[in-house]
Each structure stands twice: as structure tokens, then as C-alpha cells.
């Protein structure tokens, strides 16, 4: 049973920017499909980027050009590197992998994910 560790979350002013790290242990990274999901208060948890084992990675429109998903095998760990921070970006972040190769259709849906992390907060306020 893999578990996934994350460290990274803090205030931060508009504009700034912020690097989310998740640790795995138990499982390896290199084959499973990772994500990264947030939740604002009130709230459902939302996609935010996701990455299949050896090829696509995908952003919601809300983050693409600002928000970077990457994974290092020999770490066995993930990051999100999020630049130009707003406001709206406030929420726990949660990252999250399976083993399975998600298609597109699906790389979204918090439900196809078999890991998840405990979650850290981000906050972008002046």
C-alpha cells in the first residue's frame, strides 16, 4: 500500500510563487499516474494537473501556464511548482497517484485515484 507524504504549503502574496512536494513510499512513482488536486472551503475537490506514467500531462485551464507538474523517480517524489499565484488559487492541496495508466477522460476524477496525501494548505493574500 503506497502512502504519499506532502510538504510545501504557506502563505504566499498575489503574484508569488510556491513549490508542493508529495513523497512516496511503499509504491514507485515511475509507473503510476500522479495528480494533484485542491479544495477550497465550500467547496468540491477539483483537478488541478496530472501526469500518466511515461507520456501526457494535463493541467486544468484555470493553472496551465502558470502551475508545473513534475515527478523525480530517483526521489520517488512529486512536486507542483505553482508561479503568478491568485487569490482564487486558496485551497488545500492534495496530491494523489494510482497504478493504473489513466486515459484523458479520466485523469481528473479524484475517484480513479488509489493514493492520496494528507493535504496542505495554500493561501495567497496580501
Known amino acids: 500500500q503506497g502512502q504519499l507524504v506532502e510538504s510545501g504549503g504557506g502563505l504566499v502574496q498575489p503574484g508569488g510563487s510556491l513549490r508542493l512536494s508529495c513523497a512516496a513510499s511503499g509504491s514507485s512513482l515511475d509507473d503510476h499516474t500522479i495528480g494533484w488536486f485542491r479544495q477550497a472551503p465550500g467547496k468540491e475537490r477539483e483537478f488541478v494537473a496530472g501526469s500518466r506514467a511515461r507520456d501526457s500531462t494535463f493541467y486544468a485551464d484555470s493553472v496551465k501556464g502558470r502551475f508545473t507538474l513534475t515527478r523525480d523517480n530517483a526521489k520517488n517524489t512529486m512536486y507542483l511548482q505553482m508561479n503568478r499565484l491568485k487569490p482564487d488559487d486558496t485551497a488545500v492541496y492534495y496530491c494523489?497517484?494510482?497504478?493504473?495508466?489513466?486515459?484523458?477522460?479520466?485523469?481528473?476524477?479524484?475517484?480513479?485515484?488509489?493514493?492520496w496525501g494528507q493535504g496542505t494548505q495554500v493561501t495567497i493574500s496580501n
Open positions: 494523489a497517484a494510482t497504478s493504473r495508466n489513466l486515459i484523458a477522460s479520466t485523469i481528473g476524477s479524484p475517484a480513479a485515484y488509489a493514493y
